[in-house]
């Protein structure tokens, strides 16, 4: 069993207990049903590199990244930098995270927050909503067809964008022609290496129509440079950034030198 399957395995496990402590009828009452959450597609939609700046506290490739990171003084150091979109990983097993990460940014965030989660089951859609999310990711490899046409409808339907991540060709035979955004992870799922050479080779297989995310391994400017000018609308950055002493900082810096480059 490789780390993608345990996950998913876990993931099962987490989902059904999360039922039984917090029905759908006692989410439906979160205030972030009745307020329209900033779009991630329109945020990204802007003619120039969005930068995507991710929270996460630790990861089963890295290990610890900075577990004394504070979300909201990240989120907020984020903003001030100039990152178009926040990720926030809410898994807690893998990554640290947890659902009132994204909670605390969305009450005062004014960017669009992704909730980076491995999503299975109609309940977690819910959820997303529930904390204040603006998208989902769906990862096309752990779902059917059936499964993701479903859960990106739902999503929509609740007014949130998804981000669907694909890792190679065959992931986009289950394309749902209701998702606007796809993202090409550089790092296999299941050996959790980093490769650029899927962005590189995926990109002229993407819709025309949708907007292209390269996810992952960013360390330069340069790269990101190179794949906004091969056709990619924005990229996901988390441990260049939450790696350093101060991400806020870091991801400022970062920003200042892409425009810099891109003159």
């Known amino acids: 069993m490789d780390i993608l399957d345990k996950i998913i395995a876990y993931k099962r496990n987490e989902v059904r207990a999360a039922i039984k402590q917090a029905p759908v009828s006692k989410l439906v009452t979160s205030s972030f049903f009745k307020l329209e959450m900033p779009s991630f597609f329109k945020a990204l939609e802007k003619p120039e590199p969005s930068i995507i700046g991710e929270f ?18 990240v989120a907020k150091g984020y903003q001030e930098g100039g ?14 995270g947890n659902n009132n990460d ?27 909503k529930s904390i204040g999310a603006s998208a989902i990711l769906l990862i096309s490899s752990v779902l059917s067809k059936k499964d993701l046409a479903r859960l990106s409808a739902l999503a929509i339907n609740l007014g949130m964008d998804v981000l ?3 890792h190679d060709e065959k992931d986009l035979d289950k394309l749902d022609n209701k998702i606007r955004i796809i993202g090409v992870n550089n790092r296999n799922l299941k050996t959790f290496k980093v490769s650029f050479e899927s962005s590189s080779n995926l990109i002229g297989l993407l819709p025309a129509n949708c907007l292209k995310v390269a ?34 900082k870091t991801a400022t810096d970062f920003i200042y030198d892409l425009k810099e480059k891109m003159k």
Request: proline share 3%.
């Open 164 to 166: 669907l991540e694909i």
């Open 56 to 73: 996460k506290r630790k990861s089963p490739s890295k290990g610890v990244i900075n577990s004394s990171a504070n979300v909201e003084e």
């Open 83 to 96: 990152i178009t979109a926040i990720s926030i990983l809410t898994d807690k097993e893998f990554f640290g």
């Open 215 to 248: 996810e992952s391994g960013f360390q330069t400017t340069d790269d990101v440079k190179r794949l906004y000018l091969s056709g990619y609308n924005a990229f996901l950055i988390g441990e260049k950034f939450m790696g350093s002493g101060n991400p806020g």
């Open 102 to 128: 994204l909670h605390t940014v969305a009450c005062f965030a004014s960017v669009p927050l992704l909730r980076k989660e491995f999503i299975i089951d109609d309940y977690q859609v819910i959820e997303s």
